[in-house]
């Protein structure tokens, strides 16, 4: 089965810092996503990559699939204590037009001091 | 717009209860899952349906049972409680082939 690999594992920055979050597929990604969870809260949506190379952005959260689709990172600029939360990433390891399975990296644990 | 309502947001069960933990989305979406989420484990997911009628086992689906009679409802059982479900539950929802699943707040389940 497909296992999703995210590091750092937790991560405490201060506020204004550049980050970056990854996430290591051990099988070919047909879609990746990257969610953000408030702590105590369900998840929220931030972006989904599938194409290799593809780069997306929200705000100032900026994420990339490598060309070999089993890597993605996670990129913060700027960080605010608003960015505060836990990120994972989710992967869908059918091919388009299958039913999504998402499972789920164990998660990063940001922190960002004033 | 609800979107995705988890029922109850706290539970504490003792050892061998049973219990269904409810979830319900308004938006049509055929796919559903539930996950549980555990410290330094992430989520995993239990169990999920492409649609009414049709559900399949995740990754941990051991001591749940789940149904899909309607669209909107997607409940998950549990026949006999132990400790080790302790833990946080959530449920989502989402179009097929959509980018975006949607989750519920969750539900903090103790087994004592």
């Known amino acids: 089965s497909q296992e999703l690999e995210q590091s750092p594992q937790s991560l405490i920055v201060q506020e204004g810092k550049n980050l970056t979050i990854n996430c290591t597929s051990s099988k070919t990604l047909y879609g990746l996503y990257w969610y953000k969870q408030k702590y105590g809260e369900g998840l929220i949506f931030l972006m989904m990559l599938q194409k290799g190379g593809e780069e997306k952005s929200h705000e100032k959260i900026t994420a990339k699939l490598d060309e070999k689709k089993q890597q993605s990172s996670l990129h913060i600029t700027a960080s605010q204590p608003s960015h505060a939360g836990i990120y994972l990433c989710?992967?869908?390891?059918?091919?388009?037009?299958?039913?999504?399975?998402?499972?789920f990296g164990a998660g990063t644990r940001l922190a960002v001091h004033p | 717009n609800a979107g995705v309502t988890q029922t109850p947001k706290f539970q504490v069960l003792k050892t061998g209860q049973s219990m269904t933990l409810q979830c319900a989305q308004d938006m049509n979406h055929e796919y559903m899952s539930w996950y549980r989420q555990d410290p330094g484990m992430g989520l995993r997911l239990i169990h999920y349906s492409v649609g009414a009628g049709i559900t399949d086992q995740g990754e941990v689906p051991n001591g749940y049972n789940v149904s899909r009679s309607t669209t909107e409802d997607f409940p998950l059982r549990l026949l006999s409680a132990a400790p080790s479900q302790t833990s946080v539950y959530f449920c989502?929802?989402?179009?097929?082939?959509?980018?975006?699943?949607?989750f519920g707040q969750g539900t903090r389940l103790t087994v004592v």
């Open positions: 989710g992967a869908d390891s059918r091919r388009s037009g299958g039913y999504n399975k998402l499972i």
């Open positions: 989502a929802s989402m179009q097929r082939g959509a980018a975006e699943a949607f």
